[in-house]
C-alpha cells in the first residue's frame, strides 16, 4: 500500500507565498519521480513541476522562476515552494508519483494523493 498525502494549501493574497508537502508512505522499494500536476475548475489538467530520483527538475512555463520543487529523500516528502503567487495559480494542486513499490520486482506504478485546494485572491 501506498500512500500520497499532500498538505498546505489554502487561501492566499497575490504575491505570498505558500509551500505545498507531499508525503510518501507505504512499502516502498524506489521512487522514480514525483510531480505536481493543478487543475482549475473548467480547465485541463496542467503540469507544474516534477523531480526525479536524482534531484532534476521540470516546471511548467507558467511557474517557471516562481515555484521551486525539492525533496527530502530522508522523509519521502516532496514540497513545492510557490512563490509571487497569481490568481491564475488557483486550482487544486494534486501530487503524482511514479513508484516501485516492494515486492513488485521492477515495475513502475503511478500513485495521486487527494489534491489540495490553493486559492489566491485578494
Known amino acids: 500500500q501506498v500512500q500520497l498525502v499532500e498538505s498546505g494549501g489554502g487561501l492566499a493574497q497575490p504575491g505570498v507565498s505558500l509551500r505545498l508537502s507531499c508525503a510518501v508512505s507505504?512499502?516502498?522499494?524506489?521512487?522514480?519521480?514525483i510531480g505536481w500536476y493543478r487543475q482549475a475548475p473548467g480547465k485541463q489538467p496542467e503540469l507544474v513541476a516534477t523531480?526525479?530520483?536524482?534531484?532534476?527538475?521540470n516546471y511548467g512555463d507558467s511557474v517557471k522562476g516562481r515555484f521551486t520543487t525539492s525533496r527530502d529523500n530522508a522523509k519521502n516528502t516532496v514540497y513545492l515552494q510557490m512563490n509571487s503567487l497569481k490568481p491564475e495559480d488557483t486550482a487544486v494542486y494534486y501530487c503524482?508519483?511514479?513508484?516501485?513499490?516492494?515486492?513488485?520486482?521492477?515495475?513502475?506504478?503511478?500513485?495521486w494523493g487527494q489534491g489540495t485546494q490553493v486559492t489566491v485572491s485578494s
Open positions: 507505504g512499502s516502498i522499494f524506489s521512487i522514480i519521480a
Open positions: 503524482h508519483a511514479t513508484i516501485i513499490p516492494l515486492g513488485f520486482g521492477r515495475t513502475t506504478y503511478d500513485y
Open positions: 523531480i526525479t530520483s536524482g534531484g532534476s527538475t
